[in-house]
């Protein structure tokens, strides 16, 4: 008699992983902003206030370590973060819509397929008043200073964008692919 693949708990182990996966990533999230004492490995433990992502200008950087764990806390609580200014560096995408270009700043996260790993902003000079500034190359490397808004494209769709303040060109890279 052939055996048979369990796939009722190999269904289970996949879920359980994803759960945890999920709890961690809030519970650092959650101790951050409870102000727990946060340590890794290669640092000495030091209160969240020091790590924090607001700067002394009350800008919220986006830092390289929690990557797509920061950029995930503004979609999942974009109220909070609505009307506040946020930096971040990363990869400089400009992808062609049917009547507009669209572009980003980002970094490649986990993913499986194609363009499914992408953690980032779209961003925009002014959106409001369409004035034309200039965008770097594709594939530059940048930092981008930007108000959090959302606008509506189709009349029901909302999307969240950085209002830019600056652009500017890098010539240090990060790291473009971030896991956490």
Known sequence: MPMRENKPVRNSLIIAAVVIGITVSFLIIYNTRQGSP??????????AKEK????????????????ISQVNDVYLNKD????????LEGL????????????????????????DGNVGFEVSWNKDKETEKSYPGED????????LKTYEEDGYNE????????????????QETVMQ
């Open 38 to 47: 946060v340590s890794t490995e290669d640092e000495p433990l030091v209160s």
């Open 52 to 67: 924090s992502p607001v700067s002394e200008k009350g800008i919220i950087e986006i830092k390289e370590k929690m990557f």
């Open 80 to 87: 909070d973060y609505l009307g506040k200014t946020i930096k």
């Open 92 to 115: 400089f995408k400009m992808e062609q819509g049917y009547d507009k270009a669209y572009c980003f700043v980002l970094r490649y996260g986990p993913g499986c397929c194609g363009y």
């Open 140 to 147: 530059s490397w940048v930092e981008a200073t930007g108000e």
């Open 159 to 174: 999307f969240l964008y950085l209002d830019l303040v600056s652009l500017n060109v890098l010539d240090k890279r990060g």
